[in-house]
């Protein structure tokens, strides 16, 4: 399966002349950066200091990485850049920002309606939210606010991104009022006590570093919990982000991650998610009502996926529908219709605001690739006042073919449901170390919650994130002395399976334990650390693995412990101990033992459930297992990065992660028009598994333009993959 990967250009500094009597040093306005180092950061700062006055040190950051954030004028900047101690300055992987029913909806039941459950607020838990910036002034934010900073100005007010700043953000504050509104709406954990850190700036766009920054910061701050809703394309547990959260996690701090909105694919869990310490999120549904489009004459349901920033699709009555163009920014002829309209390069607001004006009742955009997707009309410009949906392409094209040729009228039918899994929610395994993500999902779907000025619906795995963060503030206040392992532990053990509309239960790598259940966490007896298995990828004819998993009891009286035996299947065979007695107060291991013989096996993933009953029946917890047979259709290589090194006008710098490693690695240009071969500018020898990264000397990499580039990974002798992308060589 070839994945189309794009590249991300990143310019470091925009310099701007304009004649004048002034030379250009003197109208230079301050810029402002983080740098890495090698050494000892607080050396550093005072050797800028001394031999480089005119350039402020603003931070320096000594825990989860070692660097500097400076200020001064490029020219400036260009000099410390040139010094020894700092490390090779890359363009770093883009991170993006990937309510009150779905509050009610986890707090149902007896126990948060008693009075001793009304008790658990959050009260005295310091949250921090890694995002876009709160906005503190709205006022079901401004009770839990209690501070901040802002990484990308390097100030401390971690407001959203303003108008006149850029494209606007309002990503930050939806996670925050999820978390701890008190006001109008209520948060999960109203009481907690919440800090904003501004990792991402206009139009909710950040780097690695930028994230790896405000994350050491909320560290130092004494954060409890650490909410990030955000995420990039690379599946691989040792990305800097997630080794960064790792470091967090090993100094006592939750942190809470979005799974991803890349679903419903395999493989699309991105860092920091990855993280094997973090509690990976994915997105479920709360208490919801669902609409689909129904053709009468030919008996077919269509699903619709509403659009983040789209008012409800709430059709009472039939509408005729119609396939539709944008031509010169134009629809025509669509009054009183739903609009059929393809996917493509015009912005997607742009295309339901030309059906509106054109008098269309409703807009359903079909996918222009295979699968489903989801998308944002919200582009900080006028709303748009009539619902947008998307739909798969195998519906868009049914739809183009058998209803809007004929402009048939389609009426809307409405589901309620609750517990299913959103199909935007990115899907594991991760790479390399094979581990099930996401962890535990939480509503995700639908979400109304604040943002500056008043409040909206969104949908993502960056909305499921803060419901489990929330979750864990009220578990950390009932259990303050518990460490991030049991509180982590607790969750996981406690999560409920969820089903699909068949009443069949999702897989593992799509749900992990299951939905979050707050009360049971609060309440339980048993603590699961580990409860997510995996063996691994199974390479040899036969082989065996054991899993510890580690069970403590939190109770006072023992706790027998027996698995049920597993279905018999085909290439498995099972060694599971007959019954295990943990003692009150104390941990044990449990083996699980699986021999494989993956010649009787596909290749790929296989998952699948254990059941382990506690005190003969008592309690049962659904353990998902997963191992992966010999190759998998996951990408070699991600996050390929290319671009210009910062204050140099000579030199290229390139990265990208390789999962497997490669035997030869080539990039090679092709005329995009002719799709003729032209150069190879890189060949790479026997590269390990992990970060790749390297520079390039403009003068041998060849005349300027753009080009159609082919990355080529050769794992082995059998085994090439090739990854096509645009490149532009200035």
Known sequence: MVKHIVCVLVLAILLTFTPSAQSSAEIEESQSLIVEVDGDPHAYKEFIEKYHPFIEVLQVYDTLFTGL???????????????????????????????????????????????????YTGKGVKVGVIDTGIDYTHPDLAASYQGGFDVV??????????????????????????IAARGKMKGVAPEAELYGYRALG???????????????????????????????????????????????????????????NEGPENWTVGS?????????????????????????????????????????????????????????????DARGRIVLIERGTVPFADKARAAEKAGAEAVVIYNNEKGSFAGSIDDGNEPIAIPV????????????????????????????????????????????????????????AAITSTVPGGYQELQGTSM??????????????????????????????????????????????????????????????????????????????????????????ISDRPQEFRFDIPKQQRGLRWELPKAVTVEAGEKKEIPITLSVTNTMLENGIHQGWLTLQRDSGEEAYRLPYLFVVNEA????????????????????????????????????????????????????????????????????????????ANIIIKTDKEHQYSYPTTLQIE
């Open 69 to 119: 954030a400076v200020r001064g004028k490029a020219h400036q900047l260009e000099k410390i850049e040139t010094e020894d101690f700092v490390r090779k300055s890359y363009p770093v992987q883009t991170y993006q920002a990937t309510a009150e029913n779905s509050v009610e909806f986890l707090k149902q039941g007896a126990f948060f309606q008693s009075e001793a459950g009304s008790e």
């Open 464 to 553: 499921a994130a803060p419901h489990v963060a929330g979750g864990l503030a009220l578990v950390k206040q009932a259990h303050p002395d518990w460490s991030h392992e049991q509180l982590k532990g607790a969750l996981l053990t406690t999560a409920l399976p969820v089903n699909d509309e068949k009443g069949n239960r999702y897989d593992p790598i799509v749900q992990g334990m299951g939905r979050m259940r707050i009360d049971a966490a609060i309440n339980t007896d048993t603590i699961l650390f580990n409860p997510l298995i995996s063996f691994g990828k199974i390479e040899e004819r036969k082989q065996t693995g054991t899993y510890e998993l580690l069970v403590e009891n």
């Open 389 to 444: 949906v998307s739909v798969s392409e195998k519906d868009g094209q049914w739809l183009k073919k058998n209803a809007a040729v004929k402009e048939t009228w389609l009426e809307t039918n409405y589901q309620k449901e609750q517990d299913l899994m959103a199909p935007f929610s990115s899907r594991g395994p991760v790479t390399v170390n094979w581990e099930i993500k996401p962890e535990i999902v939480a509503p995700g």
């Open 272 to 332: 920091p998610a990855t993280s094997d310490k973090a509690i990976s999120v994915g997105a479920s549904t709360p208490p919801m009502t669902t609409p689909s489009l129904y053709d009468q004459l030919h008996d077919k349901t269509i699903d619709l996926n509403l659009f983040m920033g789209s008012v409800p699709w709430d059709l009472e009555k039939k509408y005729p529908i119609v396939h539709r163009k944008l031509e010169n920014g134009k629809i025509e």
């Open 633 to 708: 259709e996951y990408p070699k290589a991600m996050g390929i990065e290319f671009a210009i090194k910062p204050f140099t006008d000579d030199q290229y710098q390139y990265r990208m992660y390789l999962p497997e490693g490669a035997e030869k690695l080539t990039i090679d240009l092709y005329n995009p028009s002719t799709l003729r071969y032209d150069r190879t500018i890189l060949e790479l020898q026997n590269q390990e598994p992990g970060l790749v990264e390297g520079v390039l000397e403009k003068r041998n990499i060849g005349k300027k333009g753009q080009y159609l």
């Open 202 to 260: 206009p139009g909710g766009m950040g780097t690695s570093v930028q994230v790896i920054a405000a994350l050491e910061k909320a560290v130092k701050d004494g954060m409890d919990i650490i909410n990030m809703s955000l995420g990039s394309s690379v599946n691989g547990p040792d990305w800097p982000t997630s080794a960064a959260v790792n470091q967090a996690i090993e100094k006592g701090v939750s942190v809470v991650v979005a799974n991803g």
């Open 153 to 178: 100005d390097l100030d401390d007010d971690p407001m959203e991104t303003q108008v006149d700043q850029g494209m606007p953000t309002i990503h930050g504050s939806h996670v925050a009022g999820i």
